[in-house]
């Protein structure tokens, strides 16, 4: 994982790691995951992609320090799956970062059998939002990584104007 935004978004021509696939294949093939691609997530990113780059990222450090980047690579990708426009006014529902997880806790529950790594992780991957903090390294991995992800998808479309800008008046 390098610093530069660029690296950011996982194209599709990329060649992802085939353990890593492995460890989410059964997720992607399912519809209500696919539905994600439907929503903005962070203004120039889908969820679903948005979600594969939390996903992805929190798999590769939780592998490198030898914790379950299993648990890690599955709950990255279900973090978010929640299917509303969250910018969206909404009457009946409080605050989005207080709410999400755990709609997103319930669909994923849904569609397969989370183990308690990441249960914790989709549903305490907004705090400090939410006040109780996550119980498992990988879920603090996860809460961090989705932030990280959250700001380069957000900046990534206007540090490459800065960057273009620079090589044509260097």
């Given at each position: 994982?390098?610093?530069?935004?660029?690296?950011v978004?996982?194209?599709?021509?990329?060649e992802?790691p085939?353990?890593y696939?492995e460890?989410?294949?059964?997720l992607?093939?399912?519809?209500?995951?696919?539905?994600?691609?439907?929503y903005?997530q962070?203004?120039?990113?889908?969820r679903?992609q948005?979600?594969?780059?939390?996903?992805y990222?929190?798999?590769?450090?939780c592998k490198?320090?030898?914790w379950?980047?299993r648990?890690?690579?599955r709950?990255?990708l279900?973090?978010d799956l929640f299917?509303y426009d969250?910018r969206a006014p909404k009457?009946?529902?409080?605050n989005?970062a207080?709410?999400h997880?755990?709609?997103a806790?319930?669909?994923?529950?849904?569609?397969?059998?989370?183990?308690e790594?990441?249960?914790?992780?989709?549903?305490?991957?907004?705090?400090?939002?939410?006040?109780?903090?996550p119980?498992?390294?990988?879920?603090y991995v996860?809460?961090?990584?989705?932030?990280?992800?959250?700001?380069?998808?957000?900046?990534q479309p206007y540090?490459?104007?800065?960057?273009?800008?620079r090589k044509?008046?260097?």
């Open positions: 994982m390098t610093g530069d935004l660029e690296s978004q996982m194209n599709a021509e990329r992802i085939l353990q696939r460890c989410v294949a059964d992607l093939e399912h519809d209500r995951v696919q539905k994600l691609e439907q903005i962070h203004y120039h990113t889908t679903l948005h979600s594969l780059n939390v996903s990222y929190s798999y590769l450090i490198k320090l030898g379950d980047y648990s890690a690579a709950a990255g279900l973090h299917f969250w009457k009946l529902r409080g989005h207080i709410w997880p755990l709609v806790y319930d669909n994923a529950r849904k569609i397969c059998e989370l183990n790594i990441e249960k914790d992780a989709i549903v305490k991957h907004m705090w400090p939002c939410n006040i109780i903090p119980k498992y390294k990988e879920s996860i809460t961090f990584v989705d932030k990280y992800c959250a700001v380069a998808e957000t900046f540090y490459l104007k800065v960057k273009q800008f044509v008046h260097a």
